[in-house]
């Protein structure tokens, strides 16, 4: 007899309309709030929001979170399940439908029926670009958003199962054959290793992290419009900060004299002082200099500022949109962190500088993720082989075999080229 639980939903026609939002506040305490479609706190959500917070979790992991939250939830309303009566049925059905539908675009107010000029408003295909090598982003999401969904969600009922306020199961288990108490037996000798899996995570594969060559770093920095954006792009690829963090500089934490720049570290919370190149402080008295005068200068003042009218705190998308128009101008679709990755690249392959320095700089936990930056680039290999490949052409042909072989022999085991 089969249960009706196991009979699979038909999710081709199942319609989740986009109710609720994740609204961020002023409130230091509660920066973001989930909230359903009639405007009212969603509460499980805030007070996994509150466990985070007191977990020394920041805001934008908060915001990451939340995201994720609102897609579950979104998917549950649809249903018309409760979220304390979701089982392992619903948890698995939502990741399948999350890896084949589509996802929701904004409209953008120039272009109302969405997408962006020439798209008609469908969004576009993934495709991979042919200056960068990097596939575009597609209409549907990315598996590595699917797996942090599925990560998230787990939490989000553990904290829940534990507080005894969810579920008398987690609908998102881990797999089958992973232990029920991990690392129970582990020898103190022996490495971590990975976090038992998911049942319903996708397998992931493991990307090279990309870098921009440097003449192509050239020309995408010729294609920059201001003082301003050139001191940010010179500093990001000379420290290898991320991108949030060197946004969030005050203009007390620049000190030209000892050629050091402040930032506050995404995970740690730690302000730790970073050596830039001077080239990027050239920029940034350039910078400064535009600016005096028309926004505030004080320490604690924000140092990076937008250059209309009104003057405010330069933020995270309006940066990604300076740098996407640059990279328009070249037909590429680099990020503001493949500027991480090529400072990243940069240190790793010069021969004076020890490799726990650039994790230092790089503010990895751990030796094993900075170590990636030891691999081969792909543009290197490649260009590499295809030297190989004239080199050996050059070589001209083969010498003729020695004499005393039979030819037959030799066409057996080389085919006709061996006669």
Aim: charged share 20%; hydrophobic share 40%.
């Amino acid at each position: 007899m089969i249960n009706n639980e196991d009979v699979p939903r038909d999710l081709s026609r199942l319609v989740v309309p986009l109710l609720g939002s994740l609204e961020a506040t002023e409130d230091l305490f509660v920066p973001y709030r989930l909230v359903d479609g009639r405007g009212s706190t969603v509460a499980p959500a805030a007070a996994f929001f509150a466990e985070l917070m007191a977990s020394g979790r920041p805001a934008t992991t908060q915001r990451s979170y939340g995201m994720d939250l609102l897609r579950w939830f979104r998917f549950l309303w649809a249903l018309g399940v409760g979220w304390d009566q979701a089982t392992r049925v619903e948890a698995r059905d939502f990741i399948r439908w999350l890896q084949v539908t589509t996802k929701p675009t904004r409209p953008h107010w120039r272009y109302p029926a969405g997408g962006s000029p020439g798209s008609g408003g469908e969004p576009a295909a993934a495709a991979v670009n042919a200056v960068t090598g990097k596939p575009s982003r597609g209409a549907r999401y990315e598996l590595t958003t699917v797996a942090h969904c599925e990560s998230v969600l787990r939490g989000f009922y553990d904290f829940h199962l534990e507080a005894g306020t969810g579920p008398m199961l987690n609908p998102f288990p881990l797999a089958r054959n992973a232990p029920s108490r991990p690392r129970a037996h582990r020898s103190p000798m022996e490495p971590f290793g990975r976090e038992p899996r998911g049942r319903y995570r996708p397998k992931l594969v493991t990307r090279a992290p990309r870098s921009i060559p440097d003449e192509r770093f050239d020309e995408l920095f010729a294609q920059l419009g201001s003082h301003r954006d050139r001191a940010l792009v010179a500093f990001w690829v000379s420290t290898g900060a991320r991108a949030s963090e060197l946004l969030g500089a005050t203009t007390g934490d620049a000190d030209p004299g000892q050629q050091l720049i402040t930032v506050m570290r995404k995970g740690t919370r730690v302000m730790q002082p970073l050596p830039a190149a001077p080239d990027a402080f050239v920029w940034l008295r350039l910078y400064q200099a535009q600016l005096a005068g028309l926004a505030p200068t004080g320490r604690d003042e924000p140092l990076w500022w937008t250059l209309r009218r009104p003057f405010r705190a330069l933020g995270y998308d309006a940066a990604r949109a300076m740098f996407t128009r640059a990279n328009a101008a070249l037909g590429a679709n680099w990020s503001l962190h493949d500027l991480r990755h090529t400072a990243a690249y940069r240190m790793a392959r010069d021969p004076q500088m020890p490799l726990t320095d650039v994790q230092w700089v790089l503010g990895h936990a751990h030796l094993s993720t900075t170590q990636r930056y030891l691999n081969p680039v792909t543009e290197e290999v490649i260009a590499g082989v295809l030297a190989f490949h004239s080199r050996q052409r050059e070589r001209g042909p083969e010498a003729p075999p020695a004499a005393g072989y039979r030819s037959e022999s030799l066409r057996i085991l080389f085919g006709e080229a061996g006669s």
